[in-house]
Every structure is written in structure tokens, then in C-alpha cells.
């Protein structure tokens, strides 16, 4: 109004001019707001925090050729998705915690299923902890902490009370339909199980149905407020139950699991394959390691499909530009490969996870990014992306760089353990190899370098054209370990039990 006038008054004013003192007008009047009411504040991102249970990187953004994931596909060409990222320890509640609380499993000492952080570190606060202090809203719908799976379907399974404002405990007719399902390790129970149903009915009858319906429900209902909204999938970890729509995406002709012969595990420790007993595949025929392969893809499918409905709601509700959706695995998952399936093993099909951030603002859109990145990274990368404070004590790095340029310098590499009965298994991971030792070294150790060796199949321990190369690895463990993440016995470790259970 001030510079209309002027105008009028004086018409030879030059349009410069005036475009000049509007801007010191405008920044006056903000100073006096600025004054009269606060600093302005930007509306504050919300987190949609997507956790898959015991799903690999059989995913199209991944470059498998059968899997069909358009959904999760969709959500990566909106953010960057991590190449090389791995768990902290192959095992559900393990790394779930570290994720959750930003702490190596040796910080938390949960080593096990039955162990609760807070027993060792009671004042800690969680991840949605930290954004319910600074004003969010935080609700988890189904498995985010430590579940077993399909046993505790419906409770609240090893939750943390202190994480959460409200939390719902999805249970679907898979639950209700447990005696259908066909178990080919009939000697194992179904959470640890090569088992499978084609399920009847829809896709919001069973329990990861519901967890979408549910999720959808919370975001609808606090879309007027700063949300950190959890939806926890309990597929595609076993028994393999899904609508039978999803089996039908993959003919048994496009089904191969690697038949052996392994030949060249004779140069790996044993430890390195005892996660499977009885090997190969728990005693599973190669028929029927490929039927439960066939219904692990299925479920993948199923909960692809999920997602995709959680990432439709946030688009209807315009909230897709003010949402942080995180997409991420617990552990990976092996479907054969070495004579293996399922986790807690230290090759890469176990300790590598599919990760997916897609975070309005930054400006890498579907990027990919090579950097060897941990779960724990998570932690101080939504507080920085949200502007909240990190808390001291945090294990991981904030990968809000990576973000906006998936090539940036990075200069940590994954670090994954595992126990094996009386002691452990560690490693780590660079962009080229994977060093790991048992034991510290006394059971043996393995080398891979995946610049020529992608299948893991030579041990290059023993070759002294990688002496060099194993010595600068064994040193980065042995440090690493050697000081604040010097491991703790795992109460389990007396009678040799770490595997088996509902991971
Ligand atoms: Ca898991």
C-alpha cells in the first residue's frame, strides 16, 4: 500500500526502486513479527515408518528378475535406496533394538528373543520416544520391537510401553487358520519353519491387511498434527501365508533355489554354516525348498501391495510432500543360497537389508546409493531430518547428506555380529569385501572380495594376494571391538542355544 502511494506520487519511479524497498519492507515487517510472536517455524516433517519382517533384497528396485514389487519400487524412485545396508545382528529382536534405541547390540546386550533393553539401559529413550517429547504424536500398528512370529500375532509381544501413545495389535484369519498350513520341516515350529498356505479370502482379512487398514486409520485421524506413525509387517517372515492371488505371480518354471553342490564350503569354519541344522534347508527336498521359496516371494508380493495402499492413503490425504517414509528389514534372509535359509549367518544374503528413505525436501530422487550404511543410522537420521536433537550416546551417523547426494563421501563401514553357543561371530563390511572371524579368529575366518566373487564362493583367507587386504580388515574388527563394543556374554551362551525360536 506504502509503495502504491509512492508510485502514484511520483510515476518516474524506476521499478527497481520499488521492487527494493518492498523488500526492505517485507523483511521490516518480519522483523516485527519475528518479534511480536516468536521465531516462524516450518510445519514439521511426519514419519511413516515401514518395518518389514525377515524380508531379503529379492525386490525389483533391487534388480531381481522375478520379484514383484511395484509398490516398495514405486516409493524408492521417490528417495534413495541403500545398496549396502546391513543389520547390526541377523536376528530379529537383536537388531530391532538397536535400531530402535541408536546402540550396538553390545551397548544393549540383548543377544537373544527373551532380553529387554530396559533391563540394561532403563532410561534410554527410543527413537518415537524422542519425537513424542518434541510434540509428535507416536503409534506403532503391529511388529516393530521384538514379536514372535506368528506365535504372539495379536499381543504386544516384547514391546516397549515408554515408545508409544497408543499401539494396536493386528490378528487376521492366518491366525485362525494355522492348521491349514502345509509345514515341510514338520520337526521345527512355524516361526522357524519352511511352511506355507494360499490363503482364501482377501488381503484385509489377514493380519498384514489389517496393519495397512490400521495404519491408514491413525494417519487419517492425526493428519492435522506432527505424526511418527509405525506399521510393522509380519510377513514374509514364515509360515509363507498369503491370498493365493500371489502365488499365481510366480509359475514354479520361474522358481530355482541353488541345488548345490557346495564344494567350496569346504574352505569355510563351521560356524559360518551352523545356522542351518539339519543342512541343507533344514532337511527340506529341493521341491519343497522351492514351494517355500515360490510362498516367500508370494508374501513379499503381498505385503509389496500393503505398502502400496499406506503410500495411496498419503497421497489422497495430500500428505505424501510433508511425510518421511522410511522403509526398512529387520535382517535378510537366505532362500538357499550356501545350503541356507533364513538368518544368522554372516554372509551377505543374512546381514544385508533392503533400505528405502524417501524424505520430501532433499534431492536425490530415486538415487542409489553404494555407501556401506547401517541400521542404526536410522536414529540420528530422522531426528536430523526433523530438526530434533540428536541425543548423546548414539552409535550410528546421520546419513541426511546421502539424501541429497547418494555418492557423498562416507567413510564407515557395517559392522554385523552374531553369537554362536559360547562366542561370537564378527564382521565387517566395506564397499569391496567382507572380513569376518569367529571367535576371534580361533574358529576360523572368511574374506570376500565382491569386486570378483558376488556368490561368496572363495574364502580368500588363506591367499597372499590379500594379505594385506585381511590384515587392515582383522585390524578394523579387532578395533572395533576391542574397546566400548567389547561384547557381553549373552545369557544364552552357557548351553550353546542361539538359534531356533520365532525370530
Ligand atoms: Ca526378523
Known sequence: MILLVAMKINPGLRRRRVFSEWIVFCAFSVVLAIRAYGAPVAAPFNVLFIAV????????????????????????????????????FPLCSPSRTSLMTGRRPDVTQVYDLKKHFRSVMPDVVTLPQLFMKHGYYAARVGKIYHYGNPGQIGTDGLDDLPSWNERINPKGRDKAEEHLITNHTPQRGLGSSLSLLKAEGG???????????????????????????????????????????????????????PPGPWDYLKDVPAPALSSTKPYPWFGATLEQAREALQAYWATISFVDAQVGRLLDALDRLNLSEK????????????????????????FENSARVPLIIAAPGRKAKGGMSGRTVELLDLYPTLADLCGLPIPDGLDGRSLKGILDDPGAAWNKPAFTQVWRGTFPGHSVRTERYRYIEWDNG???????????????????????????????LRGMVRSHWASEYRPARPANARNGRTNGGNP
Request: proline content about 5%; charged content about 25%; hydrophobic content about 30%.
Open 53 to 88: 519382517d525377515d524380508m531379503n533384497n529379492n525386490l525389483g528396485c533391487y534388480g531381481h528378475e522375478v520379484v514383484q514389487s511395484p509398490n516398495i519400487d514405486r516409493l524408492a524412485e521417490r528417495g534413495v535406496r541403500f545398496d549396502r545396508a546391513y543389520c547390526q
Open 203 to 257: 488381503d484385509e482379512e489377514q493380519t498384514d491387511g489389517i496393519v495397512a487398514t490400521e495404519t491408514i486409520r491413525l494417519i487419517e485421524t492425526h493428519r492435522n498434527q506432527p505424526f511418527f506413525i509405525a506399521a510393522g509387517f509380519y510377513r514374509p517372515h514364515c509360515p509363507y501365508v498369503a491370498p493365493k492371488k500371489y502365488f499365481d505371480l510366480y509359475p514354479m518354471d520361474k522358481v530355482h533355489v
Open 323 to 346: 511425510t518421511i517414509v522410511v522403509f526398512w528389514s529387520d535382517h535378510g534372509y537366505h532362500v538357499g543360497e550356501h545350503g541356507l535359509w533364513m538368518k544368522q549367518s554372516e
Open 442 to 472: 580361533r574358529e576360523g575366518s572368511q574374506l570376500y572380495d565382491y569386486a570378483t566373487d558376488s556368490e561368496e564362493k572363495r574364502n580368500l583367507n588363506n591367499d597372499p594376494a590379500y594379505a594385506q587386504v585381511l590384515l587392515d
